[in-house]
């Protein structure tokens, strides 16, 4: 019965790996920074060394203000130096509340981001959403600036369809190493829109965001009753819960994608690594593909 799930680590551009399970922090937002720390150090122990934040987490949910979510990330570093060096820091920009995108200024929205974050080098800078408004030169520009003043060593698309990242990739003179598309058992998007082909032709390492669908996947409300019975099946087969098998899912995919896990439960961060003990054959992925769309591929 072949394996479909990786749990070796993932190429993020030639010189960073990181863990097929990687730590989100749009919900590590209003809660003390004695809290947040514990909740990375858990989650830097279970080996998601991808730590994945963006300057306007904290506006939209449990927050209260752009930048609450890095300005807390920079409290943990600044009580915690030493964890730096143990994670591959990620952050994104781009979004501006109220217009809403900005590709135009990502060198002021990165520099904002360092000072929140209080380091001078991001590992990863990802454009959080594609700015329909700035011609992608302009774009390439911003990201050249930014890496030739050592600020960030390399860069991510979020959200943008593949002739968008063509088009950005055309004036770059160094390659994009990510995409984070939105990706669970519920989004199946990126496997038919082109986004997971465009990543294994010039590898880009998927990060697969809300691999839970947001909570959605953790219990079966939310599912038809087709998808809850196929994954209730391979859920007691697997003797496993619905959450692991439905992050287990998002990592069998042959792109390699990483899960990023956004839970704030201490438990629940240290429990995803149980994703990587699941098998997946080729017919469990394909049965939660048709029952999640609910008919038959053809
Ligand atoms: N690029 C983008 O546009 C974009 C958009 C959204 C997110 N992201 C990234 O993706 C990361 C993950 O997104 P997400 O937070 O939506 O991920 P998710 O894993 O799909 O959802 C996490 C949510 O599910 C809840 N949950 C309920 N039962 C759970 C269980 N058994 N196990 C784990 N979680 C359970 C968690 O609650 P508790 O916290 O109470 O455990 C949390 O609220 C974010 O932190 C961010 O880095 C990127």
Known sequence: MQN????QPRNLGKEMQIGPLGYGCWRLVAMSAADAQARIETALTAGMNLIDTADVYGLDWGGSAFGEAEALLGEVLR???H???QMILASKG???PGIPYDSANLIGACDASLTRLGVEQLDLYQIHR????THPAETARQLEALKSSGKVREFGISNHTPSQVEALAAHLPFALVSHQPEYSALTLAPMFNGVFDQCMANNLCVLAWSPLAGGRLADTTHLSDTLAGVMAEICERENTDLATLSLAFCLAHPSNPVAIVGSTTPARIS???QA??????RQDVYDI???????ALP
Not at 276 to 281: E, K, N, Q, R, S
């Open 4 to 7: 479909l799930i990786s749990s």
């Open 79 to 81: 009580k915690a130096p």
């Open 83 to 85: 964890l730096r060096s």
């Open 94 to 96: 781009g979004i501006i």
């Open 130 to 133: 594609p700015d329909l408004l």
């Open 271 to 273: 429990a995803a690594t």
């Open 276 to 281: 990587l003990d699941v098998t997946l054959t």
């Open 289 to 295: 593909i048709q029952a999640s769309q609910g008919v």
